[in-house]
Each structure stands twice: as structure tokens, then as C-alpha cells.
């Protein structure tokens, strides 16, 4: 059974940077593909960046060029590193997998099997 657990969200002032950080209990975790997801009250849940298995990327274009997503296959982890942080960017981020032999980053929520418990992000204004 695939277990993701997320760390790092919090409350950081308008400008600050975070690293949230997903660790997967999974085999093979260099067959999956792997993203960020985030949901604030009242919205849909949306894609933030997605990271194919063998590391290709993709990124919404609110954090593009703030955000960098990036994976360890070697820790089974997955970083999600936030810089010039805005309140737009408040909501609860979840990291999820998806075990698949695409070589291509998927940014929909409906395409992924496992999803981690989430890690809360509140950025002050």
C-alpha cells in the first residue's frame, strides 16, 4: 500500500519561502509520477507544479517562476520549494502519485491513485 505523508507547510508572511517535502513508502518509487496539489476553501482542488518519473515538469502558471518541484528517487521523496509567496497562494497542498510508465508530467487530479493527508500553507498579507 502506497503511503504519503507531506511536512513543511506553516504560516509565513507575504514574500517568505517554504519547502514542503512528500515521503512515499513505495517500491519503485522512480515509477511514478508525482505532483503537488492544493485546494483552498471553497475551490477546486488544483494542479501546482507535476513531475513526470523521469523528471520532467510542469508548473501552474500562479507559481511559475517562484516554484520548483524536484524528486529524489534514490529517497522516495518529493519537494515542492515556494519562494515570494503571496495570500493567493493560503490552501491546504497534497501530494500525490501515480504509477505509470508515462514519461510525461500529469496535472489532473482525477489521473492519480494516491494522495497524501495534506500540509496546510498560510501566507500572511
Known amino acids: 500500500q502506497v503511503q504519503l505523508v507531506e511536512s513543511g507547510g506553516g504560516l509565513v508572511q507575504t514574500g517568505g519561502s517554504l519547502r514542503l517535502s512528500c515521503a512515499a513508502s513505495?517500491?519503485?518509487?522512480?515509477?511514478?509520477?508525482m505532483g503537488w496539489f492544493r485546494q483552498a476553501p471553497g475551490k477546486e482542488r488544483e494542479v501546482v507544479a507535476a513531475?513526470?518519473?523521469?523528471?520532467?515538469?510542469y508548473y501552474a502558471n500562479s507559481v511559475k517562476g517562484r516554484s520548483t518541484i524536484s524528486r529524489d528517487n534514490a529517497r522516495n521523496t518529493l519537494s515542492l520549494q515556494m519562494n515570494s509567496l503571496k495570500p493567493e497562494d493560503t490552501a491546504e497542498y497534497f501530494c500525490?502519485?501515480?504509477?505509470?510508465?508515462?514519461?510525461?508530467?500529469?496535472?489532473?487530479?482525477?489521473?492519480?491513485?494516491?494522495w497524501g493527508q495534506g500540509t496546510q500553507v498560510t501566507v500572511s498579507s
Open positions: 500525490a502519485a501515480r504509477q505509470t510508465s508515462d514519461s510525461w508530467p500529469d496535472i489532473y487530479p482525477p489521473n492519480y491513485d494516491y
Open positions: 513505495v517500491r519503485t518509487f522512480s515509477s511514478y509520477a
Open positions: 513531475i513526470s518519473r523521469i523528471g520532467r515538469t
